[in-house]
Nanobody
């Protein structure tokens, strides 16, 4: 059973930065995608950023491209989201997600393992 554990959320002012972390236990190292969704109050869940196991195939939504950076560690069992120049519209619950044995594009993958979520709040 795959278990994802998230950390790094918090409250910042506009223009600030946060770094989210997610560790995956039991996720096979080969051909997996890991990444981040977010959900703001009263809105649907939005795809944010994703990375293939090699760490080089990365994908970003238009709303965060250029401000957020996704990365993976050397062991390929964790993923990070560096969030810079945060804006109030980035306020949301952020969820780590993973899917194993995937050969397609991580941005459009169906994710079947989820973290508990970590809250990010950005004030103006």
């Amino acid at each position: 059973q795959v278990q994802l554990v998230e950390s790094g959320g918090g409250s910042v002012q506009a223009g600030g930065s946060l770094r989210l972390s997610c560790s995956a236990n039991g996720l096979p190292d080969s051909k997996n995608c890991m990444g981040w969704f977010r959900q703001a109050p009263g809105q649907g869940r939005e795809r944010v950023a994703f990375a293939f196991v090699d760490g080089f195939r990365t994908y970003y939504s238009d709303s965060v491209n250029g401000r957020f950076t996704i990365s993976r560690d050397n062991a390929k069992n964790s993923v990070y989201l560096q969030m810079d120049n945060l804006k109030p519209e980035d306020t949301a619950m952020y969820y780590c997600a993973a899917t194993p044995f995937y050969t397609g594009t991580c941005y459009t993958a169906d994710y079947n393992f989820w973290g508990q979520g970590t809250q990010v709040t950005v004030s103006s």
